[in-house]
């Protein structure tokens, strides 16, 4: 039976704006207090505006990307209640409308209907394969994705040493591969929890 290791990182949301400096991940309230104030709040609750396409990134992005976020602006859904309509993750919905996964015929259907674009333009920009990872800078200069840049500078090793302890000499899959992303509020603010899920794949000895 393979192995599927779960790697979940928790960082302390605050409104001050997030510098590229030594990282501290908080570490949330005891189990004890966890378990009396932690909840979750649903992401259609939430008072923040939807995501938007920044343009500095189209010309590193696919054509279907400013079709779709030209939509999704005009009619004010979130990746969650597109997520919901498509029946797919937020995480995968907003990855395809980056161009950083293949949609099915099924995704373009059901995007075609909650967001009133023409099923043929969508077949059209969305088909054949995704040329993934051209829209990132590395470094990221975006502090936000540059907090992923950071918490994997300083744990990456501590990762790599206890996942090796835990299933031997491989690598964490991204192909077979989900993510998501959770919001838990507590007496002591918010908190980001963001879970990685892959299967383990061993090294081939030849």
């Not at 909840?39 to 992005?61: C, G, N, V, W, Y």
């Not at 004010?76 to 597109?82: H, K, M, R, V, W």
Request: charge should be positive.
């Amino acid at each position: 039976m393979a192995f599927v290791p779960r790697l979940a990182l928790s960082a302390r949301l605050t409104s001050r704006a997030i510098v590229p400096v030594a990282s501290s991940i908080a570490r949330p309230a005891s189990a004890c207090t966890a378990s009396r104030y932690l909840h979750s709040t649903p992401a259609a609750m939430s008072k923040f505006p939807i995501a938007t396409l920044q343009e500095d990134l189209i010309p590193r992005l696919p054509p279907s990307s400013p079709t779709l976020f030209e939509a999704k602006k005009k009619k004010n859904l979130s990746f969650e209640a597109i997520a919901k309509h498509v029946g797919r993750d937020e995480v995968a919905i907003a990855a395809l409308f980056y161009g950083q996964a293949m949609a099915s015929s099924e995704d373009i259907k059901k995007l075609s209907e909650v967001l009133d674009i023409p099923a043929e333009t969508l077949e059209a920009q969305l088909s054949g394969f995704p040329d993934r990872g051209r829209a990132l800078e590395m470094p990221p200069k975006d502090p936000l994705v540059y907090r992923f840049y950071e918490i994997v500078q300083n744990y990456g090793y501590a990762y790599k040493a206890v996942l090796n302890e835990k299933f031997g000499d491989g690598i964490m899959s991204a192909i077979s591969f989900s993510t998501k992303i959770e919001k838990e509020t507590d007496d002591k603010g918010d908190w980001a929890k963001i879970t990685l899920r892959g299967k383990w794949l061993p090294y081939s000895r030849f």
